[in-house]
């Protein structure tokens, strides 16, 4: 019985000391793609997916449909090695989400199947999430659409020119950068930049999220298909 208990204690403490090297290894991406809302910081897909990776897996969704109420999805946390399932979860986005209620039905997909991706990886992997003492939420950032749009954000006053004429806000600025950006990289840049200046203060949770659905719209037109990486 004793060396039954030593072998349990031993497997135990390799699978502890393999998780907290993994955490140490994608704790600064998961880190630095994390998106604040409401104060709190909120694990995105990009942070899941190195999660799943540096643990040898690979998440991937299936099973996308139209159902009563919206848009459902199968996420499955898949290990390479074997090609085993070691994580399924469902990913839902509904018809009353005012943030996607008038989105493109292939946007809608999308963001099913992300869902359906970061909740199968929080399923296998939030402990993970814990072990990297980060201040960092378990629930995926992309099932905080409800929060975000119940967020009340301060009015900002902007003076006038002597013409009438005002200067363009950061936000405004950046929704023309988007809306001209030509390739994917360019889509990264200012992807980069939202999150700089969101991180200074320039940008509210709120407008970063407006953001993050215009510049994930714009990346869908260039690259013709659902684009789940790209976002602010």
């Keep these: 019985m004793s060396t039954e208990i030593s072998t349990v204690e031993t497997t135990a403490l390799v699978s502890h000391r393999a998780a907290t090297n993994a955490a140490g290894l994608c704790r600064d991406l998961v880190v630095k793609t994390a998106m604040k809302i409401q104060g709190r910081r909120y694990v995105q897909i990009e942070g899941w997916q190195a999660i799943a990776n540096t643990f040898g897996c690979v998440a991937s969704a299936r099973n996308v449909e139209r159902v009563e109420g919206g848009f459902r999805a199968t996420g499955q946390v898949i290990r390479l090695a074997d090609g085993t399932v070691i994580a399924e979860a469902e990913?839902?986005?509904?018809?009353?989400?005012?943030?996607w209620a008038n989105r493109p039905v292939f946007a809608r997909r999308a963001m099913a199947q992300t869902r359906a991706m970061s909740r199968a990886c929080r399923s296998a992997f939030a402990f993970v999430v814990t072990l990297m003492d980060a201040g960092?939420?378990?629930?995926?950032?992309e099932e905080m659409t409800h929060v975000i749009e119940g967020t009340s954000e301060p009015v900002v006053v902007r003076a006038k020119f002597e013409d009438g004429s005002r200067e363009p806000t950061a936000v405004e600025k950046a929704r023309v950068a988007i809306n001209r950006a030509n390739t994917v990289e360019e889509c990264n840049t200012i992807r980069d930049l939202i999150r700089k200046r969101h991180s200074e203060g320039v940008f509210t949770d709120t407008e970063q999220a407006d953001l993050a659905e215009l510049l994930l719209g714009r990346v869908e037109i260039l690259v013709g298909e659902p684009a789940q990486a790209v976002t602010a």
């Design 136 to 141: 960092l939420e378990t629930t995926p950032a």
């Design 91 to 99: 990913g839902f986005v509904g018809d009353d989400e005012k943030t």
